[in-house]
C-alpha cells in the first residue's frame, strides 16, 4: 500500500492531511507511516541510485 496526493489543487488535500486522516481513521502510528513511506520508495518509478538515496534518508530519518 502506498499513500499519495494524485491532484491536491482539486482535491484541496495535502500529505500532512491524508496522514493525520490515515492515523485518525486506523489508528496507524508513525511505524507504519514509515513503512508505508519505505513502500512508496520502492514502489517508486525512478533509476536504481535514486531510490537508495531516497531510502537512506527515511532509514536515517526513522532510525
Avoid: N, Q
Wanted: glycine share 2%; hydrophobic share 45%; aromatic share 12%.
Amino acid at each position: 500500500v502506498t499513500v499519495s496526493t494524485d491532484d491536491p489543487p482539486f482535491f484541496h488535500t495535502t500529505m500532512v492531511r491524508e496522514y493525520d486522516r490515515l492515523a485518525d481513521a486506523f489508528d496507524w502510528d508513525a511505524g507504519v507511516f514509515a513503512t508505508i513511506a519505505r513502500t512508496a520508495a520502492e514502489a517508486a518509478f525512478c533509476d536504481t541510485a535514486t531510490k537508495d538515496k531516497i531510502l537512506k534518508k527515511l532509514e536515517s530519518a526513522h532510525a
